[in-house]
T-cell receptor
Framework: KQEVTQIPAALSVPEGENLVLNCSFT??????LQWFRQDPGKGLTSLLL?????REQTSGRLNASLDKSSGRSTLYIAASQPGDSATYLC?????????FGTGTRLQVTL | DAGVTQSPTHLIKTRGQQVTLRCSPI?????VSWYQQVLGQGPQFIFQ???????GRGNFPDRFSARQFPNYSSELNVNALLLGDSALYLC?????????????FGSGTRLTVV
């Protein structure tokens, strides 16, 4: 059974800082790893999708890496902004479903 | 292009009642999945449908059922509602059932059972 863990559960940083969110998974037989953003009470917004054959993906200030052998993924956010405040969820894709972590709640302060 | 649309956005039901939630996938997407997100937790997989057939089912009781229509839209039905069914129900669509293309989620339906 796939289990996904995200550390830390919550994080508060001042504006402008670079930060790393961590995601670990127990089953390395994943098709892909997807990072999402969720604002309070809202749906999920896809940020980055890394296929199992890839090592990393980049979009703007975001960079996500995937190491299947160690069961880890990281999301790097450069030059954080108050608008980045949200919950960030990672999800491992196996068979026909996604298995989510419980998320990291990020607050970027002025 | 329209994204994944879900209706209604909010719903209040009484214990024991039945509820139907609706989802329209992105045009061209043939796979629809349903997830339940309880407050403070990550979404939990309920069902996946592809080409109108069930391709996966999560660990949910038989009170939960779903179907996919010829136009690829989908309905999630929950019977005999319990207080614990209160959650955000998310629909996601994908080009293919094998999730090689990633998922796009809708804004969800907030269900409150009283």
């Amino acid at each position: 059974k796939q289990e996904v863990t995200q550390i830390p559960a919550a994080l508060s940083v001042p504006e402008g800082e670079n930060l790393v969110l961590n995601c670990s998974f127990t089953d390395s037989a994943i098709y892909n790893l997807q990072w999402f953003r969720q604002d309070p009470g809202k749906g999920l917004t896809s940020l980055l999708l890394i296929q199992s054959s890839q090592r990393e993906q980049t979009s703007g200030r975001l960079n996500a890496s995937l190491d299947k052998s160690s069961g880890r993924s990281t999301l790097y956010i450069a030059a954080s902004q108050p608008g980045d405040s949200a919950t960030y969820l990672c999800a491992g894709g196996t068979a026909s479903k996604l298995t989510f972590g419980t998320g990291t709640r990020l607050q970027v302060t002025l | 292009d329209a994204g994944v649309t879900q209706s209604p956005t909010h719903l209040i039901k009484t214990r024991g009642q039945q509820v139907t939630l609706r989802c329209s996938p992105i045009s061209g997407h043939k796979s629809v999945s349903w997830y339940q997100q309880v407050l403070g937790q990550g979404p939990q997989f309920i069902f996946q449908y592809y080409e109108k057939e069930e391709r996966g089912r999560g660990n949910f009781p038989d009170r939960f059922s779903a179907r996919q229509f010829p136009n690829y839209s989908s309905e999630l039905n929950v019977n005999a509602l319990l207080l614990g069914d209160s959650a955000l129900y998310l629909c996601a669509s994908s080009l293919d059932w094998a999730i090689n293309y990633g998922y796009t989620f809708g804004s969800g339906t907030r269900l409150t059972v009283v």
